[in-house]
T-cell receptor, first 114, second 116 residues
Framework: AQSVAQPEDQVNVAEGNPLTVKCTYS??????LFWYVQYPNRGLQFLLK??????LVKGSYGFEAEFNKSQTSFHLKKPSALVSDSALYFC????????????FGKGTHLIIQP | DTEVTQTPKHLVMGMTNKKSLKCEQH?????MYWYKQKAKKPPELMFV???????INESVPSRFSPECPNSSLLNLHLHALQPEDSALYLC???????????????FGPGTRLTVL
């Protein structure tokens, strides 16, 4: 079975500071990893994904994520936070060759303070 | 264009009603999905339609039934729902789907369902 853990319910960051949203995963084989963002009463917007290759993945809106196989982590980062980055962030996984569909973490509320 | 559209945006229904949610994509994607998202919870997969085949999450009750009239449409028929079925229902599509796929899933805005 596959699972995702997002250990922080909420992350608070001052505008202009770097941000990190943590994610760890568990799969039997190799993972495909995704980050999505959700604004209130909206669907999920895709930010970035890791398939294979370079461990540092760059995505939309200046976000990036680093895949670490030994720590089974895929933390989301941004060098300089904007107030508009405030939203709910979900990490998701699916196992290569496994069942279709994504398994999501519980989500992390990111709050950027002006 | 990475747009998935869902109608209606909001739906209120009684426990004896029959209603349908509609999802449409015009990206030529071959796989479509329904997820259920309760308040303050992550989305949970309900159904997958890919390679003209429907896969069902075994925990989904039979009062939910998907229908795929063509490759760009995925409906979710609702019958005799319970108040605990109130949630945001999200539709997604991806180019191919399937076990080996690394496709990105693109989500619609969702239908907010309230069951009275």
């Amino acid at each position: 079975a596959q699972s995702v853990a997002q250990p922080e319910d909420q992350v608070n960051v001052a505008e202009g500071n770097p941000l990190t949203v943590k994610c760890t995963y568990s799969v039997s084989g190799n993972p495909y990893l995704f980050w999505y963002v959700q604004y209130p009463n909206r669907g999920l917007q895709f930010l970035l994904k890791y398939i294979t290759g370079d461990n540092l993945v760059k995505g939309s809106y200046g976000f990036e994520a680093e895949f670490n196989k030994s720590q089974t982590s895929f933390h989301l980062k941004k060098p300089s936070a904007l107030v508009s980055d405030s939203a709910l962030y979900f990490c998701a996984v699916r196992e290569q060759g496994g069942a279709d569909g994504l398994t999501f973490g519980k989500g992390t509320h990111l709050i950027i303070q002006p | 264009d990475t747009e998935v559209t869902q109608t209606p945006k909001h739906l209120v229904m009684g426990m004896t009603n029959k209603k349908s949610l509609k999802c449409e994509q015009h990206m030529g994607h071959r796989a479509m999905y329904w997820y259920k998202q309760k308040a303050k919870k992550p989305p949970e997969l309900m159904f997958v339609y890919s390679y003209e085949k429907l896969s069902i999450n075994e925990s989904v009750p039979s009062r939910f039934s998907p229908e795929c009239p063509n490759s760009s449409l995925l409906n979710l028929h609702l019958h005799a729902l319970q108040p605990e079925d109130s949630a945001l229902y999200l539709c997604a599509s991806s180019p191919w789907g399937g076990a080996s796929s690394s496709d990105t899933q693109y989500f619609g805005p969702g239908t907010r369902l309230t069951v009275l």
